[in-house]
């Protein structure tokens, strides 16, 4: 194994596409904090000039993650390209069918892959990121860590990131032909970011919703008592809004799959988040807030709901910190990196390789 680990190291250094993308991974977020930088000084009052950096440490702290974790959204399609082009090379080399003579097991060869790519996407997403506090730091904007707790989520992103890593590894093995795994991995790559932020929308849990429609249902035998609104009205509202009203088809469809899988980290954690930025509604907080969800769909639904977010402050069900959340994109992560490693190592342990 060591000696394969060796040989597929010294072929990825020496790789001139691993080195392009690596120089794009410092380029490119240097380049947009710059832009930033002018976007964000850029005064059309009285001419073209820029102003001084005004930015409060909110809005500093969102805009160093926001810049920083754009890896996960910005790099998938390249390491899928470097992935595929690769290790498709040793099918039509004969790469793979030398290792088997030379006396290496299967085992060994799918396991240098495995561990090189992921090594490789590890370091290219590290570039990206200390870049672009680099980037932040030069352009004068700043950088702000949140006291180093920042690190965490990107170390929490990068192990999200090396499940397309894996899944790339994966299809490139399983093929003998080039142009299918690209395809896919090129595909899972492009469409993973808006997958990853449309499942994330779907995060709210049952639960949240139950405790949500039992404190109005409260607020509404507080109003009875108090004359302000009769039965009737209240068991019609109720039934107009029930549960049902809150979690859709949509919901019952896609939160199964937010639950069992890491694809709703973009959603979740505001990952390439410049929508959010443009309109004001970025922010980097400590934890998850769903209430909010509750709040606003009753304002637009015209739904006469009498529960305020200070009544829904202090209900569990309703917040999710962080530091939970973390924990379990990173069992979601592994869970699945292991799952689909193994079923490529089963596929790949019978193929025919000669």
């Known amino acids: 194994m060591l000696k394969l680990l060796r040989f597929e190291f010294r072929r990825i250094i020496k790789s001139v596409f691993f080195w392009i993308i690596t120089a794009y991974s410092f380029v490119m977020p240097v380049l947009t904090a710059f832009i930033y930088r002018a976007l964000?000084?850029?005064?059309?009052?009285?001419?073209?000039?820029?102003t001084a950096v005004n930015l409060s440490k909110d809005e500093l702290t969102f805009?160093?993650?926001?810049?920083?974790?754009s890896f996960i959204t910005d790099l998938p399609k390249?390491?899928?390209l470097f992935t595929c082009l690769h290790l498709g090379r040793d099918y039509t080399d004969g790469i793979v069918r030398n290792k088997i003579i030379a006396g290496h097991s299967r085992g060994a060869i799918y396991g240098s892959y495995m561990i090189t790519q992921m090594a490789a996407s590890v370091f290219l997403c590290c570039i990206y990121m200390f870049s672009a506090l680099f980037g932040l730091v030069i352009s004068g904007i700043g950088a702000y860590l949140n006291g180093g707790e920042m690190f965490v989520r990107f170390g929490v992103a990068i192990i999200v990131f090396l499940v397309m890593t894996v899944a790339f590894v994966v299809l490139a093995l399983?093929?003998?032909r080039r142009a299918l795994p690209l395809?896919?991995?090129?595909?899972i790559a492009v469409m993973s970011n808006g997958v990853g932020a449309v499942i994330g929308s779907f995060n709210t849990p049952s639960k949240a919703v139950d405790d949500y429609i039992r404190?109005?249902?409260?607020?509404y035998e507080e109003m009875i008592e108090a004359g302000l609104i009769d039965?009737?009205?209240?068991?019609?509202?109720?039934?107009?809004?029930?549960?049902d009203s809150y979690l859709g088809v949509a919901w019952k469809l896609f939160h199964p799959v937010y639950v069992v899988s890491p694809i709703g980290f973009e959603g979740d954690y505001q990952a390439g988040g410049v929508t959010n930025l443009v309109s004001g509604a970025a922010e980097y907080t400590d934890e998850i807030d769903f209430s909010v969800n509750f709040i606003m769909q009753a304002m637009y639904s015209g739904d006469v709901s009498p529960v305020t977010p200070h009544d829904l402050k202090k209900v569990d069900s309703m917040h999710l910190s962080y530091a939970k959340n973390n924990l379990i994109y990173i069992g979601k992560s592994v869970a699945w990196m292991a799952?689909?490693?193994?079923?490529?190592?089963?596929?790949?342990?019978?193929?025919?390789?000669?």
Do not use: P, Q, S
Not at 40 to 50: E, P, Q, S, V
Not at 339 to 354: A, C, D, E, Q, Y
């Open 174 to 176: 399983i093929f003998r």
């Open 63 to 69: 805009l160093t993650w926001m810049i920083a974790v």
């Open 183 to 187: 395809i896919l991995c090129i595909l």
């Open 40 to 50: 964000i000084t850029l005064d059309l009052d009285d001419g073209i000039k820029f």
């Open 78 to 80: 390249f390491v899928a």
């Open 231 to 243: 039965e009737d009205t209240v068991e019609d509202l109720e039934d107009k809004y029930d549960k």
């Open 339 to 354: 799952v689909i490693g193994t079923w490529g190592f089963l596929v790949f342990r019978k193929k025919n390789l000669f």
């Open 215 to 219: 404190i109005r249902h409260e607020k």
